[in-house]
């Protein structure tokens, strides 16, 4: 009697094991066959007709005579300044520790900071504020921002001690040193032969150790900036 009852405790669950495998069969094979009776029941996609489309001419496009007609167009001249033509004064001033030249045909008046630049609500950084001078209003531009402004410092603007007046134009340039007048000739200026990261900068002049402001330009980017700002605003 004791030899059996090692198989009647075994066989029990023997069975109970074998039964559960037989639901978990019977489990995936019902989950099969709902499976398969669902897309029989959906709805049969109609078939398409598959219909020919002619494709069209390509257009004869006349490449070659396009490529003589750009080339024989002539490139527009650069117009250069007169100044840059024969030799010409600069004046040389100072702005966070660079010096910078400007031609002195480009330049108005030579303002000291004497009181405080009056700030606008609502305008860029680059622009400090309104100086009131002689001739009327001046804007006063933040020159440290566009010639440098991988190094500019907002502590800056505590030592600025001049603004110059540009010929042709309402703003000014705030800078913290005025030096003196140069001749030079043109060629002591390394002049620059393409636009580059820094369209303000003319050249170089070695014997100076300065750079040479090209007004001009930077008048471009003060326009293109004034404007993108005020897109920005309005935006």
């Known amino acids: 009697m004791n030899d059996s009852l090692p198989v009647q405790h075994y066989v029990p669950e023997q069975t109970i094991q074998s039964y559960l495998d037989a639901l978990l069969q019977d489990a995936a094979a019902e989950l099969a066959l709902a499976e398969a009776e669902q897309m029989e029941a959906l709805p049969t996609a109609p078939v398409l007709e598959v219909v020919s489309v002619k494709e069209p001419e390509p257009v004869q496009v006349q490449v070659e005579e396009t490529v003589e007609a750009l080339i024989e167009q002539p490139a527009p001249p650069v117009a250069v300044p007169a100044w840059r033509e024969q030799p010409f004064e600069a004046l040389l001033f100072d702005v966070g520790g660079l010096t910078l030249a400007v031609p002195l045909v480009s330049l108005g008046t030579i303002h000291a900071l004497e009181g405080s630049i009056t700030p606008?609500?609502?305008?860029?950084?680059?622009?400090?504020?309104?100086?009131?001078?002689?001739?009327g209003n001046l804007k006063v531009l933040d020159t440290a921002r566009w010639v440098m402004p991988e190094r500019y410092r907002p502590e800056l603007r505590d030592d600025l001690r001049f603004v110059i007046s540009v010929q042709g134009y309402d703003w000014g340039m705030a800078v913290h040193g005025v030096s003196q007048s140069i001749r030079l000739d043109p060629a002591q200026v390394k002049w620059r032969s393409g636009q580059g990261k820094r369209p303000w900068l003319a050249g170089t002049v070695i014997d100076h150790m300065c750079a040479l402001l090209d007004v001009e330009a930077l008048a471009q980017l003060i326009a293109a900036g004034a404007g993108k700002d005020a897109s920005a605003r309005l935006g």
């Open 120 to 135: 606008l609500f609502g305008q860029p950084d680059w622009f400090l504020g309104i100086l009131p001078t002689q001739a």
